[in-house]
């Protein structure tokens, strides 16, 4: 009870901080509004004359979008960027030294970031939802909501890991920046961040489906819209555990060995 | 001649540091590199499910993302030091600026070049100029000619809202993300421009021309501007470069330095 106190604490720190970052909140936040109008426009466009497009109907195509800008701020909101840069200027230091594990440390900071970002973009939603009276696929069932509830957890999860590791380089280069704009690009195209993979041809899919990416955005999209069957929802929480627990022990893998090379430079 | 000289020691100063962080440097070129990659892929895959896009083809369509990306590239290479005029002012290089004997909007836009846009802007105009000549119509010396002067008054407009961001940052010493909304805005430019509906469209025209920055060039070598059009581009540049300018020389008479 005590050790959740602690981290809840950090949790609260974080979210006051992020609030009181005005320019910065504003203006990611922004960023998020001009991706999603101009996707809203894009797909509109694209469903002027036809009644469906690659297998979705109009307000399923819209959820999509307005799902995929929701899913960016949980999924991949994050302030993980600073672990690397703790790392770099010794700061890190006095983590280690402090009543802390880290790796529970930067997950409440995410989450506070997270939190704010995932309040913001309802609000966002809920405004275009209103100017461009928007009809959206709901789900029929109340089973729907859990099971994508619940693969948005994991897929928060997963890409906390593999952020948290990519955070890890900076035990090894002060240069990580580049790689980790390189991996989080990749990351947000692949994981149907920008549109439904299943427009894509087959053979890429297929390719795909063996990365982590798939089960951040698409999959919970794909409950959501209640285009998965039985079978493929099965398939996709198995590939988000076996990824959780493969991700897993590589974040501490990288920690343990990351941390034996840690050196305190600039501390 | 001498300006040219001075972009040319800026700009291997950049290099060299860019050079000094080869990780770094290479992930950032790969990352845009990927997204250009990405963002036709996305197109592609639309096109497999559709003939067309707001009336445009395939082609017609990549040619606006390749326009839109070709200014932005452009823009980011010549007025890379915009991104840093915060940190000019803070630190105190701004009054240094303004001893040297060269332009000060010269030696601010020039402080940085970025030379990973060259690695970029090379797949960008390959993939241009091999829309025009697979375009039907389009590899004709008018297409080309329209496109280059359009191409060019974009540029002058980006220029113009770099200038004006220039300018806010040395009158408030703040504003640290506005580059960040240019950036953002010009997005919207990515698709043809009739994917948006009037009202917005004619913001895109007037208000923050960024439809004439980004899309009035492709729109012109595919033959869909009127002449009214080209007189829209003058006009929108001219007054935004005269707003600017006017905005950078009253913001420059009231700096009163900051940090030395």
């Given at each position: 009870?005590?050790?959740?106190?602690?981290?809840?604490?950090?949790?609260?720190?974080?979210?006051?901080?992020?609030?009181?970052?005005?320019?910065?909140?504003?203006?990611?936040?922004?960023?998020?509004?001009?991706?999603?109008?101009?996707?809203?426009?894009?797909?509109?466009?694209?469903?002027?004359?036809?009644?469906?497009?690659?297998?979705?109907?109009?307000?399923?195509?819209?959820?999509?979008?307005?799902?995929?800008?929701l899913l960016r701020s949980i999924v991949f909101a994050s302030r993980t960027?600073?672990?690397?840069?703790?790392?770099?200027?010794?700061?890190?230091?006095?983590?280690?030294?402090?009543?802390?594990?880290?790796?529970?440390?930067?997950?409440?900071?995410?989450?506070?970031?997270?939190?704010?970002?995932?309040i913001s973009s309802i609000i966002e939603i809920s405004g275009l939802y209103?100017?461009?009276?928007?009809?959206?696929?709901?789900?029929?069932?109340?089973?729907?909501?859990?099971?994508?509830?619940?693969?948005?957890?994991?897929?928060?999860?997963?890409?906390?890991?593999?952020?948290?590791?990519?955070?890890?380089?900076?035990?090894?280069?002060?240069?990580?920046?580049?790689?980790?704009?390189?991996?989080?690009?990749?990351?947000?195209?692949?994981?149907?961040?920008?549109?439904?993979?299943?427009?894509?041809?087959?053979?890429?899919?297929?390719?795909?489906?063996?990365?982590?990416?798939?089960?951040?955005?698409?999959?919970?999209?794909?409950?959501?819209?209640?285009?998965?069957?039985?079978?493929?929802?099965?398939?996709?929480?198995?590939?988000?555990?076996?990824?959780?627990?493969?991700?897993?022990?590589?974040?501490?893998?990288?920690?343990?060995?990351?941390?034996?090379?840690?050196?305190?430079?600039?501390? | 001649?001498?300006?040219?000289?001075?972009?040319?020691?800026?700009?291997?100063?950049?290099?060299?540091?860019?050079?000094?962080?080869?990780?770094?440097?290479?992930?950032?070129?790969?990352?845009?590199?990927?997204?250009?990659?990405?963002?036709?892929?996305?197109?592609?895959?639309?096109?497999?499910?559709?003939?067309?896009?707001?009336?445009?083809?395939?082609?017609?369509?990549?040619?606006?993302?390749?326009?839109?990306?070709?200014?932005?590239?452009?823009?980011?290479?010549?007025?890379?030091?915009?991104?840093?005029?915060?940190?000019?002012?803070?630190?105190?290089?701004?009054?240094?600026?303004?001893?040297?004997?060269?332009?000060?909007?010269?030696?601010?836009?020039?402080?940085?070049?970025?030379?990973?846009?060259?690695?970029?802007?090379?797949?960008?105009?390959?993939?241009?100029?091999?829309?025009?000549?697979?375009?039907?119509?389009?590899?004709?010396?008018?297409?080309?000619?329209?496109?280059?002067?359009?191409?060019?008054?974009?540029?002058l407009i980006a220029f113009a809202m770099h200038l004006a961001v220039a300018?806010?940052?040395?009158?408030?010493?703040?504003?640290?993300?506005?580059?960040?909304?240019?950036?953002?805005?010009?997005?919207?430019?990515?698709?043809?421009?009739?994917?948006?509906?009037?009202?917005?469209?004619?913001?895109?025209?007037?208000?923050?021309?960024?439809?004439?920055?980004?899309?009035?060039?492709?729109?012109?070598?595919?033959?869909?501007?009127?002449?009214?059009?080209?007189?829209?581009?003058?006009?929108?540049?001219?007054?935004?470069?005269?707003?600017?300018?006017?905005?950078?020389?009253?913001?420059?008479?009231?700096?009163?330095?900051?940090?030395?």
């Open positions: 009870m005590k050790t959740l106190r602690k981290y809840g604490f950090v949790f609260s720190l974080y979210w006051q901080e992020g609030l009181a970052q005005r320019a910065s909140f504003v203006m990611e936040r922004f960023r998020a509004l001009v991706v999603m109008t101009s996707l809203y426009y894009l797909w509109s466009a694209l469903l002027r004359n036809q009644t469906s497009f690659a297998g979705y109907s109009r307000p399923q195509i819209l959820t999509y979008v307005f799902g995929m800008s960027d600073e672990i690397a840069m703790e790392i770099n200027q010794g700061r890190l230091s006095g983590y280690l030294l402090k009543p802390v594990y880290y790796f529970v440390y930067t997950f409440s900071r995410d989450l506070a970031e997270k939190s704010t970002n995932f209103l100017i461009f009276h928007v009809v959206l696929a709901w789900p029929r069932s109340w089973q729907t909501w859990v099971l994508f509830i619940l693969a948005v957890t994991l897929a928060m999860f997963m890409n906390y890991l593999l952020n948290f590791m990519v955070g890890c380089w900076g035990f090894w280069t002060s240069e990580s920046s580049g790689p980790r704009f390189l991996l989080a690009l990749i990351m947000e195209f692949t994981a149907g961040a920008f549109f439904p993979l299943d427009i894509l041809p087959l053979h890429i899919q297929h390719i795909l489906q063996w990365f982590p990416s798939p089960y951040l955005v698409f999959f919970p999209l794909n409950i959501l819209l209640e285009k998965a069957d039985m079978h493929q929802i099965i398939n996709g929480f198995t590939a988000q555990i076996i990824w959780i627990i493969g991700l897993s022990l590589m974040a501490r893998l990288v920690w343990v060995r990351g941390s034996a090379n840690y050196g305190a430079e600039g501390a | 001649m001498k300006y040219f000289r001075i972009w040319w020691q800026l700009a291997l100063m950049s290099l060299k540091t860019q050079m000094s962080n080869p990780i770094a440097s290479g992930g950032y070129l790969l990352g845009k590199l990927f997204r250009l990659v990405f963002f036709i892929v996305f197109l592609m895959a639309i096109f497999r499910h559709t003939s067309q896009l707001a009336g445009y083809s395939l082609e017609e369509a990549a040619l606006f993302f390749l326009t839109f990306n070709a200014i932005d590239i452009l823009a980011q290479l010549f007025f890379r030091g915009i991104y840093g005029i915060r940190s000019i002012v803070r630190d105190g290089d701004f009054d240094y600026f303004l001893i040297q004997p060269t332009h000060l909007i010269w030696r601010v836009c020039f402080n940085t070049v970025d030379f990973l846009d060259v690695g970029t802007l090379i797949p960008v105009a390959g993939a241009i100029v091999y829309l025009f000549k697979r375009i039907p119509g389009l590899c004709t010396l008018h297409s080309a000619f329209l496109y280059s002067v359009f191409l060019m008054n974009g540029l300018a806010l940052a040395v009158w408030t010493q703040e504003m640290d993300n506005t580059i960040w909304i240019y950036r953002d805005l010009i997005t919207l430019g990515r698709f043809p421009p009739s994917i948006y509906d009037r009202p917005l469209r004619l913001a895109m025209t007037y208000f923050i021309p960024i439809a004439v920055m980004v899309s009035f060039p492709a729109q012109a070598a595919l033959g869909k501007l009127s002449w009214h059009a080209l007189g829209v581009a003058i006009l929108m540049s001219g007054l935004s470069l005269i707003a600017s300018l006017s905005f950078w020389t009253f913001a420059t008479q009231r700096y009163t330095s900051v940090s030395s």
